[in-house]
């Protein structure tokens, strides 16, 4: 057995496994800027080698044979990991969805792989030996700083004579109407805060809704002004960068009427060099774990990250809640992971950016803001306070907390908003201030039978033109943000055409759902979501 074990090829066999396994390891190890000899990596690597070279020796010893296929396999299921972690690729000529795409792939790999059967194990290691150096030289890696470019533009003068524009995207923000009042605290909250925006002559929708709830549909849908079920992003069932918008009208009449723009957050693309953009200011959205994790939540977390690429977690899952798990009395997989700072510190200081950009800014400048804030997780206390960093609470939050990240949010907006007023700007600026959905993954969820408060979307906006009118309002009707937001464009950022809004809302009465196996978007009917709103 020892002289099998010792032949060349066969090494090279047992090590493909190893080796297929320990580059989505490296590169998630990379990507959170740990060091590859730190005593969380050297610990991963332990594990590793553990749990994968006792497998594939004894595999080595009894697939002589089907070697091929075996490698195959390692092959399809690294690809997976490394480049599918979320959901499994599709196409529109393969039957079957994503499992006629999983079989084509097989296939493919296990008739190649059988034509070079004789030099197959010699092959799949020199690929893997390649693409863990790639991978280690050339890291993808969570941005840490915040990343700004600025680009040149033509030498055309700005227009002192057009306004600014000001688009601001708060991610999950929930609608006035949707924001629970159990008590008279939270009631007097949001009767101040829509005094506090009416003095600064806005006009609010407290109903305003969304057609989707998911933001890789419904900002694309909100920017497109769409009143359809239409999808308006390639690569939906992918993560950015692989997906990017296939229209945007709204840049597009900005670009048109000679605006510069600068864009903060990147998340679907919005910097194309397509548009005059003249500033662009990306930053992270996700990272695994935080600098100041301990070592063995790391440990953890990186190997939860694996499970799930693998698709492990779901298995598991499956069959622990199976009658056949029951029986055998399999335990449930509930490790509740620590919170992570993945995006929202990073979105409260790109919003100082947006702020110092704006207070000296100039005529004819266009500022589009999507901060992934007050988006989980809900770490800030009203006051903008981080204080809920520590702690194992990722998922299903207490509704308060997520309720003080929302105050922030609104505490930042409404001090931008003095400033602006302060400093003159705000009276010759368009100011757009909405949401693209609601909350969810909230304990309070089953309150919300209806599902109506992931629809729920906070809708503000101020032009010049309402400097002008006495009474500005709180419109309570049924209003998609997409038709509102279409509105102010269609008249050219004067105004809200809010009669017609009302004779179009009686003919929108459907939210969207997105199929995410078959891709196909649903209809459901408003009314059936609005017998859930908090205030009828």
């Given at each position: 057995?020892?002289?099998?074990?010792?032949?060349?090829?066969?090494?090279?066999?047992?090590?493909?496994?190893?080796?297929?396994?320990?580059?989505?390891?490296?590169?998630?190890?990379?990507?959170?800027?740990?060091?590859?000899?730190?005593?969380?990596?050297?610990?991963?690597?332990?594990?590793?080698?553990?749990?994968?070279?006792?497998v594939m020796a004894i595999m080595s010893r009894y697939t002589e044979n089907y070697k091929h296929i075996i490698l195959s396999l390692i092959i399809f299921l690294f690809i997976y990991v490394m480049f599918f972690p979320t959901q499994v690729p599709k196409s529109e000529y393969i039957p079957f969805g994503s499992v006629g795409f999983t079989v084509v792939i097989i296939t493919i790999l296990t008739i190649?792989?059988?034509?070079?059967?004789?030099?197959?194990?010699?092959?799949?290691?020199?690929?893997?030996?390649?693409?863990?150096?790639?991978?280690?030289?050339?890291?993808?890696?969570?941005?840490?700083?915040?990343?700004?470019?600025?680009?040149?533009?033509?030498?055309?003068?700005?227009?002192?004579?057009?306004?600014?524009?000001?688009?601001?995207?708060?991610?999950?923000?929930?609608?006035?109407?949707?924001?629970?009042?159990?008590?008279?605290?939270?009631?007097?909250?949001?009767?101040?805060?829509?005094?506090?925006?009416?003095?600064?002559?806005?006009?609010?929708?407290?109903?305003?809704?969304?057609?989707?709830?998911?933001?890789?549909?419904?900002?694309?849908?909100?920017?497109?002004?769409?009143?359809?079920?239409?999808?308006?992003?390639?690569?939906?069932?992918?993560?950015?960068?692989?997906?990017?918008?296939?229209?945007?009208?709204?840049?597009?009449?900005?670009?048109?009427?000679?605006?510069?723009?600068?864009?903060?957050?990147?998340?679907?693309?919005?910097?194309?060099?397509?548009?005059?953009?003249?500033?662009?200011?990306?930053?992270?959205?996700?990272?695994?774990?935080?600098?100041?994790?301990?070592?063995?939540?790391?440990?953890?977390?990186?190997?939860?990250?694996?499970?799930?690429?693998?698709?492990?977690?779901?298995?598991?899952?499956?069959?622990?809640?199976?009658?056949?798990?029951?029986?055998?009395?399999?335990?449930?997989?509930?490790?509740?992971?620590?919170?992570?700072?993945?995006?929202?510190?990073?979105?409260?200081?790109?919003?100082?950016?947006?702020?110092?950009?704006?207070?000296?800014?100039?005529?004819?400048?266009?500022?589009?803001?999507?901060?992934?804030?007050?988006?989980?997780?809900?770490?800030?206390?009203?006051?903008?306070?981080?204080?809920?960093?520590?702690?194992?609470?990722?998922?299903?939050?207490?509704?308060?907390?997520?309720?003080?990240?929302?105050?922030?949010?609104?505490?930042?907006?409404?001090?931008?908003?003095?400033?602006?007023?302060?400093?003159?700007?705000?009276?010759?600026?368009?100011?757009?201030?909405?949401?693209?959905?609601?909350?969810?993954?909230?304990?309070?969820?089953?309150?919300?039978?209806?599902?109506?408060?992931?629809?729920?979307?906070?809708?503000?906006?101020?032009?010049?033109?309402?400097?002008?009118?006495?009474?500005?309002?709180?419109?309570?009707?049924?209003?998609?943000?997409?038709?509102?937001?279409?509105?102010?464009?269609?008249?050219?950022?004067?105004?809200?055409?809010?009669?017609?809004?009302?004779?179009?809302?009686?003919?929108?009465?459907?939210?969207?759902?997105?199929?995410?196996?078959?891709?196909?978007?649903?209809?459901?009917?408003?009314?059936?979501?609005?017998?859930?709103?908090?205030?009828?």
């Open positions: 057995m020892t002289s099998f074990f010792l032949k060349k090829e066969n090494m090279l066999y047992v090590m493909s496994l190893p080796l297929s396994v320990l580059i989505p390891v490296v590169a998630l190890l990379l990507y959170n800027h740990e060091s590859l000899i730190s005593i969380v990596s050297i610990a991963l690597y332990v594990v590793v080698a553990i749990i994968t070279i006792p190649l792989f059988t034509f070079l059967k004789e030099h197959i194990e010699r092959l799949v290691f020199i690929i893997l030996i390649v693409t863990l150096v790639v991978t280690i030289v050339i890291p993808d890696r969570s941005e840490r700083k915040i990343q700004i470019d600025e680009y040149e533009l033509s030498n055309q003068e700005l227009s002192n004579e057009k306004q600014r524009y000001i688009h601001i995207i708060l991610d999950q923000h929930i609608g006035l109407e949707g924001i629970t009042v159990d008590d008279q605290n939270d009631e007097m909250y949001v009767d101040g805060l829509v005094d506090s925006y009416i003095n600064y002559e806005f006009d609010l929708y407290s109903k305003a809704y969304t057609k989707f709830y998911q933001t890789k549909l419904s900002i694309p849908s909100i920017l497109n002004f769409s009143s359809t079920n239409e999808v308006f992003i390639n690569n939906y069932d992918l993560e950015p960068p692989l997906i990017k918008l296939k229209k945007n009208k709204l840049f597009d009449y900005l670009a048109n009427n000679n605006y510069r723009i600068n864009v903060y957050g990147d998340y679907l693309g919005y910097c194309d060099s397509i548009y005059p953009i003249k500033k662009c200011v990306r930053y992270r959205r996700t990272i695994l774990f935080n600098e100041t994790e301990s070592n063995l939540n790391k440990i953890f977390l990186v190997i939860d990250n694996l499970l799930q690429r693998y698709r492990l977690l779901n298995i598991y899952r499956k069959l622990s809640e199976s009658k056949l798990g029951v029986y055998a009395f399999l335990p449930k997989y509930n490790w509740n992971p620590p919170v992570v700072d993945s995006h929202t510190s990073a979105s409260l200081d790109v919003f100082e950016i947006l702020k110092n950009d704006i207070l000296n800014s100039k005529q004819g400048e266009a500022f589009f803001a999507h901060l992934v804030f007050p988006h989980s997780p809900y770490l800030y206390n009203k006051n903008c306070d981080l204080i809920y960093l520590h702690g194992f609470h990722k998922n299903n939050v207490p509704y308060d907390r997520y309720l003080s990240q929302v105050k922030c949010s609104q505490k930042k907006v409404i001090e931008l908003i003095e400033l602006m007023n302060e400093a003159g700007i705000l009276r010759d600026s368009v100011v757009v201030i909405h949401s693209d959905h609601g909350p969810y993954d909230l304990i309070d969820n089953d309150k919300d039978e209806r599902k109506w408060r992931k629809y729920s979307a906070f809708f503000v906006v101020h032009t010049p033109e309402n400097e002008k009118k006495i009474n500005h309002k709180l419109y309570n009707d049924y209003f998609t943000v997409s038709s509102i937001l279409g509105s102010l464009f269609v008249n050219n950022l004067k105004r809200v055409d809010n009669e017609a809004l009302i004779e179009q809302s009686r003919n929108t009465k459907s939210v969207y759902v997105l199929d995410a196996q078959t891709l196909r978007v649903n209809d459901l009917l408003l009314e059936d979501f609005s017998k859930g709103h908090t205030k009828n």
